[in-house]
Every structure is written in C-alpha cells, then in structure tokens.
C-alpha cells in the first residue's frame, strides 16, 4: 500500500505479512523444513545394484572355471587327429606304432635282413646300430636314414623296406553290428566302410551317414546319402574313406522315438526287473519240493 512520508512523496510499500483475524499484520510462517535424509538407499536402487554384483561375480566365476590353466594347455591337442605320428598312407605309406618293416640288403643278405616291429617309443631296433627312431617315416625316408646309419659299417648297399601295416585304424559307430576300432586297409569308400561294419536293417538311417575327419583348427564334417548309391545308382558323393576317419550311422527317427521311450522306461524296468527276480527266487526257496520232483524239504 502507499503511506505518507515527509515530503509529502509516496512509494510502493510490500506487504510481507499476513492480515491476522483483527486487522492487524503477522510475519509469514518460515517455510517447512525438507524432509530428513533416510540413510537406507532407495529399495529398487537397492536390488538392482546388488543383482548387478550377483551377475559380476557369476561371471568371474565362471570364467575362472573355464580358463585351462598352463599345464593343461600344454596337452591340449594342436594338430589332426592327436596321435604323435600321422601321415596319408595312400600318398605313401608311412610307419604307425604298431607297423613292422621288412629289411632286405642285396649286397649284405646275411648281415641285413629280417622283421622288424616298430616299439611304443616310435623306434625299432636293427642289427648292428641298435634302435633308430623311425615312426612317422615313410617308405623312402625310412631307406635313405638306413642307408646313412649303415655307411660307416658297410662299402656297398643296397637297402630295401617294405612296411606291413597293423597300426592304421579308423572308426565306425551307431547303428551297425561291429561297432568301434577297424584295420585301415586303404582304397576304401565310406559306402564299403557301412556295409563292412553291418548296418541295422531296422533302425541305421543311410540317407545321414557322416563323415568325421577330426582337427582342433578345420575339422571336417560331411553328410553323406547312401540311399543315393542303392536307389539311384548315384556314386557321386563315394568318398574316400582315410585312416582315423570317424563314420558314424545314426537311427532313424521312429528309432530315436523307441530310445528316447525305453529312457524313460529304464528305472522301472530296474524295479520290475529286481521285484521279478526276488519272486522268483522266494518261489524257489517256498516251492523248492515242486520244481525238484518232491525231493525237498518244503
């Protein structure tokens, strides 16, 4: 409101109070103090904060778990199937723990001739310079090494080798007669290599044969329809089969339907199984006299 001043000059005056119920002018209440701090976090701040520090440790942990440390990555395999020794026999014919080689010497027969087995460390051990570490060698290389070790001891050779093959294998597994470890005897094709190992007429499904060619960098795996060669006559995809291949034949699937229910069966077979023979073994103690002609006690 405007008041009187000496000078007779007016200014605008604020009113900062309140008008009590007589007129009269009141300061305004101080303003409502904000309310205390709770020292407790917000609870959905809370929870989430505590399951991202859940998943962070499950995450360490697992990593930790899965980390191989030094010593196991050191026999980690790096190369091919994993044996120490490999070669492709069928490009030339190399030694395998388990092969043997035939010596002959045209030049020295008596001295130089003979069988000679290849021992588990990968050496066999010839006359006159003892064990020579040959396992992995082929044809060629196995008579040119023979030919230097035996220089010093004779003028003239004549070295010939000839391996005989026991240590070339490859494998076959699923839906067949003869499952597991077979003899590689070279120039086989994967349909001989399914016939040979006897596949179930009722349940091996031809048309998804696969072949495995294992490596820990580009392992190989075909698919292959078998029902082509015998429906069709088709023989484009008869590959060649190569030691330490791996075939497996799998079921069919009103086959796979039949295990995945005798699965589920298996415990109370088990129960049915040991109630039967616990009945039939209190009927033979109860009614021993019956099945022995009357000759017993009962």
Not at 179 to 202: H, Q, S, Y
Not at 231 to 244: A, I, L, M, P
Request: aromatic residues 10%; glycine residues 8%; contains cysteine.
């Amino acid at each position: 409101m405007f008041g009187p001043i000496a000078g007779n000059a007016r200014f605008l005056r604020i009113n900062l109070f309140r008008l009590r119920a007589d007129g009269t002018e009141a300061p305004d209440a101080p303003p409502e103090p904000p309310p205390p701090m709770s020292i407790v976090p917000d609870r959905p701040r809370l929870h989430a904060r505590l399951a991202a520090a859940l998943l962070l440790l499950l995450v360490i942990a697992a990593g930790c778990n899965t980390m191989p440390d030094k010593r196991t990555l050191q026999y980690l395999n790096t190369d091919g199937f994993g044996n120490r020794y490999t070669g492709n026999a069928e490009e030339e014919n190399w030694v395998a723990i388990g092969d043997s080689i035939s010596l002959t010497d045209e030049q020295n027969p008596d001295e130089l001739n003979g069988t000679f087995s290849i021992d588990i460390d990968g050496t066999a051990l010839f006359p006159v310079i003892g064990a020579v570490p040959i396992a992995g060698l082929t044809r060629s290389e196995i008579e040119a090494l023979l030919m230097e070790k035996y220089s010093p001891y004779y003028d003239l050779l004549d070295i010939k080798v000839r391996i005989v093959t026991r240590g070339k294998k490859f494998f076959v597994f699923g839906e067949v007669a003869n499952v597991g470890e077979r003899d590689f005897p070279g120039d086989l094709t994967i349909f001989e290599a399914v016939m040979a190992a006897g596949p179930n007429k009722d349940s091996a499904n031809l048309g998804r044969v696969r072949l495995i060619r294992a490596d820990p960098k580009d392992p190989f795996i075909q698919t292959i329809n078998l029902g082509d060669i015998i429906d069709k006559g088709d023989s484009t995809f008869n590959v060649h089969v190569q030691e330490r291949d791996i075939i497996y034949v799998p079921p069919t699937m009103l086959a796979e339907l039949g295990y995945f229910i005798d699965t589920l069966l298996f415990p109370f077979k088990l129960v049915l199984s040991g109630l039967s023979s616990a009945i039939f073994t209190y009927d033979q103690l109860r009614y021993g006299s019956v099945y022995r002609g009357g000759s017993g006690i009962f």
